[in-house]
């Protein structure tokens, strides 16, 4: 199972661990680290699905996980993702 880190923060902890190693030894480690960093792939995170919560008529619609308000206007067609937290709409309720 793959589990997101901060590739930055890696990087920089790799540097400071670095720091009480001696040359060459040091900036070699430091430079590998980052190298294998950047060529890792990328995971897309794992995305809440659900369906917008239709309370009214007044165009608003609720994200069923963050409660986030937002106005269709009418094209709730085309509102795929919550603009708060990013989960996935598929339709309404």
């Known amino acids: 199972m793959s589990r997101p880190i901060d590739a930055y923060a890696l990087i ?6 670095a720091r009480g190693m001696e040359e060459p ?3 070699s480690f430091a430079v590998t680290v980052a190298w294998l ?6 995971i897309e995170p794992e995305r809440k699905v659900g369906k917008w919560i239709d309370y009214s008529d007044d165009g608003y619609v609720e994200c069923p996980f ?3 308000a937002t106005n269709c206007d009418d094209n709730i067609n085309e509102l795929h993702y919550c603009f708060s937290c990013g989960a996935k709409m598929e339709g309404w309720i």
Do not use: I, L
């Open 12 to 17: 920089e902890k790799a540097r400071f661990e």
């Open 25 to 27: 030894f040091r900036s």
């Open 37 to 42: 960093v950047e060529k890792m792939p990328t």
């Open 66 to 68: 963050c409660g986030s």
